[in-house]
Structure formats: structure tokens, C-alpha cells
């Protein structure tokens, strides 16, 4: 994902550029993650981080839209 702006948009703006494959689910849980990592300390919005399940669903998540 190139543009960091793409985390604030809402959901009904990225389903159709996942469902285009313009991004990935992969690249939108990153995205978040990098946000988490660099704001957390800060915010102390997040006890638990689970990224690696994170990763998992986001690699689901791109074989269901693949089989449609």
C-alpha cells in the first residue's frame, strides 16, 4: 500500500480495491501493524498485539477473494 492516507479510509472505500486486487489484505494488515508499532508506545491504545494471527486471517482473507 503507498499511501499511509489509505488507513483512515473507511471500510466501503478499500472492499472494492481488494476485491480489484489494487491492494491486498496482506498489505492493508501491514499498514495497520506499522501504525500500531509506531503509535502504541504512545497511545497505549493495545495491550495484546497478535500479528502473526494477524498475517494468518490477512492470507485467508486473500484466498477468499480469489475464489470469489
Known amino acids: ?3 499511509l ?3 483512515y479510509s473507511p471500510i466501503h472505500v478499500l472492499a472494492p480495491l481488494l476485491r480489484a486486487g489494487q491492494i491486498t489484505p496482506a498489505e492493508l494488515t501491514e499498514t495497520y ?3 500500531i508499532q509506531n503509535y502504541n508506545p504512545k497511545l497505549h491504545a493495545y495491550i495484546d498485539i ?3 494471527q494477524a498475517r494468518q486471517a490477512a492470507e ?5 477473494i480469489r475464489a470469489g
Request: glycine letters at 6%; aromatic letters at 12%; zero cysteines.
Open 33 to 35: 501493524l506499522h501504525r
Open 50 to 52: 497478535y500479528a502473526d
Open 5 to 7: 492516507y489509505d488507513a
Open 60 to 64: 485467508a482473507a486473500t484466498g477468499m
Open 1 to 3: 500500500m503507498s499511501n
